[in-house]
């Protein structure tokens, strides 16, 4: 029987069982193309029994010498396989596990790249400047994504009635793994957002962030926003990115003594070690700190 027959079994397993969102179950579907064109190429036939820990082991080779795959990426294609054969051994398709040998790369401990806050102010006080009559809605959709932590696809699927005024708390529905958190919103925010929503009045589209032709902003529109008010401020060429936005908070809060398991609770990580890696950019804070002492 072909792998991709018990494949499309696994994805169903991940859906429905493990919650597995659209974009893992694609990144899982990609992953999986890579490995099954590797062993067709290399006349192994896309079966059960003829993949051994011996194949898998080639396979990674072909990643990294070949396709020249970074270790994070390499990572990941590891990890897709390493379910797909932990789920093949759990419905007792297989009895041994051809990936129990497999060791991934060492995860690479990068230091965030983020805005300052003084930046962040400047790249939002442009939208007034630059936005014409998308001013408001450029500015209210960057300072979520700066104020409140979101991921870009977290507040691209942001409703109105996420949004509680009274409590300025936002519902996030839609975050990795599915899950749910609240975020309270500062005050300031929450006043851009309200002055937003009564140029929406009758609300025809329940979609707090819509494209002129009046349809929920998409993620490439939502990238050029962004690139168009990097360039604008000059802040373009420093690596920042829309999802540095989101870095820049986290490593703010850390800046500001919040406490590490609150930073994790308002970014929705699943993992603290996740979270862990904003305290290096608190040291790089400190340090700064330490050197504008009048010590030689």
């Known amino acids: 029987m072909n792998i991709w027959d018990y494949f499309e079994e696994f ?103 983020y805005l300052s806050d003084k930046e962040i102010e400047t790249l939002i006080q442009a939208t007034m400047k630059y936005g014409k009559e998308n001013s408001l809605r450029d500015k209210c959709f960057l300072k979520i994504l700066a104020y409140t932590g979101m991921r870009r ?62 349809n929920r902003l998409t993620p490439s529109p939502a990238q050029n926003i962004f690139r168009k008010y990097l360039k604008k401020t000059g802040l373009d060429g420093k690596g920042y990115s829309i999802h540095k936005l989101r870095h820049s908070y986290a490593s703010l809060l850390i800046q500001n003594d919040v406490d590490l398991l609150s930073v994790q609770k308002l970014l929705g990580h699943s993992d603290l070690n996740s979270t862990k890696v904003y305290t290096h950019v608190n040291m790089d804070y400190l340090k700064e700190q330490v050197e504008k002492l009048p010590f030689k």
């Open 11 to 113: 994805i169903d397993y991940m859906a429905v069982e493990k919650n597995a969102s659209d974009h893992t179950k694609a990144n899982y579907r990609s992953d999986f193309k890579i490995f099954t064109n590797f062993l067709v190429t290399n006349g192994i036939k896309p079966e059960l029994e003829t993949i051994t820990t011996r194949e898998i082991r080639k396979y990674l080779v072909y990643l990294k010498n070949e396709k020249e795959y970074e270790n994070e990426t390499i990572r990941r294609k590891i990890n897709s396989l390493r379910s797909f054969f932990k789920f093949l051994t759990e419905q007792e398709y297989i009895i041994k596990n051809p990936m129990l040998p497999i060791k991934a790369p060492k995860k690479e401990q990068k230091i965030p790249i």
């Open 153 to 214: 696809q977290e507040a691209l699927k942001l409703n109105w009635e996420d949004i509680d005024f009274n409590q300025n708390i936002i519902k996030i529905k839609f975050g990795k793994g599915k899950k749910e958190r609240l975020v309270p919103m500062v005050e300031s925010l929450a006043t851009d957002l309200w002055a937003y929503l009564q140029t929406r009045l009758p609300l025809s589209n329940q979609a707090v962030f819509i494209s002129n032709a009046g």
